[in-house]
């Protein structure tokens, strides 16, 4: 959760000061062993912050790992905000069923 905290303050610094990328990019392999209510928050708080800066956050995560983050905040009574999230999903999923592909191409 250091790297999340520092990776948001220097997108909002380098946003501030020189405009900055635009997006503040994590893998899942961030969020690796932490508590899946904290995942939910980190989620929340780089939204928020990308939204505030006119910016995105973007976050490759497994479905069964974020519906896990929404149900653990949810149960503890912190998922008020799980609306947020679930809009910002696209709806691109990747798969490696026979027919599937990244973005309507195969690689074989």
Do not use: W
Request: proline share 1%; glycine share 12%.
């Amino acid at each position: 959760m250091k790297i999340f905290c520092f990776d948001s303050m220097l997108y909002e610094v380098t946003g501030e000061r020189l405009g900055g990328p635009g997006f503040l990019a994590h893998d899942s392999h961030l969020f690796d062993g932490v508590d899946k209510r904290q995942v939910y928050l980190a989620m929340l708080f780089g939204a928020k912050v990308a939204d505030q800066k006119h910016g995105q956050y973007i976050i490759a995560m497994n479905s069964d790992e974020f519906n896990a983050s929404l149900d653990a905040a949810e149960s503890s009574g912190k998922g008020a905000e799980r609306h947020v999230l679930e809009k910002a999903v696209m709806s691109v999923r990747l798969t490696d069923h026979e027919t599937g592909g990244l973005f309507g191409f195969r690689f074989d």
